[in-house]
């Protein structure tokens, strides 16, 4: 069982304010990702990384920033939120070597 | 990039009854996953499957890469494998793990 954690599950908040999504993982993976998902839609790779000082966009486009200073960490930051960025974000996880990816819980934001 | 199409899009099955989730693929890939999206959200790895044939309990998945799809099994069914059904592949020729994932198949099990 993958230890992958996100923190807040759940967050509301108005437009224009800065946000930051914690994403942490415990197993010493080196690629973590995040991925945004609508409801009842497929996951969109937005931001990876394959170790400290790496970090990559993913395949859709997002306002949002992410830095990878430790190996178990990797936040993703809205600058100012919009309306449009509300979403379910997962982060996920991978070791060296290995394919499998492995998610956290997830964080619904919600932008008034 | 690569196309990922899962079928059917929904399907509803009593307790006990089997079901077959299909996933065809656009082009070769090195890297194939089964993720079960439980109804609060959280996806679970199933299987990294990028050919051939793996079982875990009641589950079961086959791919033919040179085909370009993969099947998911499920036998069975209880209440408890209801959510979404995600197969996420990557390409051949990359390495970093980057998966695309298909829109699912939405599943419900009735008691």
């Known amino acids: 069982e993958a230890d992958i954690y996100q923190t807040p599950r759940y967050l509301v908040i108005g437009t224009g304010k800065k946000i930051t999504l914690e994403c942490s993982q415990t197993?010493?993976?080196?690629?973590m990702y995040w991925y945004q998902q609508d409801p009842g839609m497929e996951l969109h790779l937005i931001h990876y990384?394959?170790?400290?000082?790496?970090?990559e966009k993913g395949d859709l486009s997002s306002e949002s920033t992410v830095s990878r200073i430790r190996t178990e960490h990797f936040p993703l930051t809205l600058e100012s939120a919009r309306p449009s960025h509300t979403s379910q974000y997962l982060c996920a996880s991978s070791g060296r070597g290995r394919y499998e990816q492995y998610f956290g819980p997830g964080t619904r934001l919600t932008v008034t | 990039g690569i196309q990922v199409e899962q079928s059917p899009p929904d399907l509803i099955l009593q307790e006990g009854a089997n079901s077959t989730l299909r996933c065809n693929f656009s082009?070769?890939?090195?890297?194939l996953q089964w993720f079960h999206q439980n109804p609060w959200g959280q996806l679970i790895n199933l299987f990294y499957?990028?050919?051939g044939t793996k079982q875990n309990g009641r589950l079961s998945a086959t791919t033919v890469a040179t085909e370009r799809y993969s099947l998911l099994y499920i036998s069975s069914s209880q209440t408890t494998d209801s959510g979404v059904y995600f197969c996420?592949?990557?390409?051949?020729?990359?390495?970093?793990?980057?998966?695309?994932f298909g829109e699912g198949t939405q599943l419900t099990v009735n008691p």
């Open positions: 082009d070769s890939v090195n890297n």
């Open positions: 990384s394959y170790g400290v000082n790496s970090t």
């Open positions: 499957i990028p050919s």
């Open positions: 197993m010493g993976h080196d690629k």
């Open positions: 996420a592949v990557e390409r051949g020729e990359t390495s970093g793990s980057r998966l695309t």
